[in-house]
């Protein structure tokens, strides 16, 4: 699967952005779906993913640095993984990137990079004070 990153830019603190993901080659809907970001001169960290349940339902995970601040969805329709970033932080200044879990992913592990094998090619966010 191919994956294709989008919506960053410069905001200033307190403001938004929403990041879109789109997949392609094969489809989505059933797996582990995440966001990630790496600011310089640090380690990748996770921000956010979202695991399908049964049926239609899905179930989120955040980091707690971003809680109750991010927000993440996805349109099974468009193949489409979305990021709504609100109450923007000069800390949340770094490249984010997308990525599909693997399909033995559990939820223990969610957060573990590691168990993702599909990344997009990331999306710079620069939040200025």
């Known amino acids: 699967v191919q994956l294709q990153a989008s919506g960053g830019g410069l905001v200033q603190a307190g403001g938004s952005l929403r990041l879109s993901c789109v997949a392609s080659?094969?489809?989505?809907?059933?797996?582990?779906l995440g966001w990630f970001r790496q600011a310089p001169g640090k380690e990748r960290e996770f921000v956010a993913a979202?695991?399908?349940?049964?049926?239609?339902?899905?179930?989120?995970y955040y980091a707690d640095s971003v809680k109750g601040r991010f927000t993440i969805s996805r349109d099974n329709a468009k193949n489409t993984v979305f990021l709504q970033m609100n109450s923007l932080k000069p800390e949340d200044t770094a490249v984010y990137y997308c990525?599909?879990?693997?399909?033995?992913?559990?939820?223990?592990?969610?957060?573990?990079?590691?168990?993702?094998?599909?990344w997009g090619q990331g999306t710079q966010v620069t939040v200025s004070s």
């Open positions: 080659g094969r489809t989505i809907g059933r797996n582990v």
């Open positions: 979202s695991r399908p349940l049964t049926g239609s339902a899905y179930t989120t």
């Open positions: 990525a599909v879990g693997r399909g033995s992913l559990i939820s223990s592990s969610i957060r573990n990079g590691e168990q993702y094998d599909s």
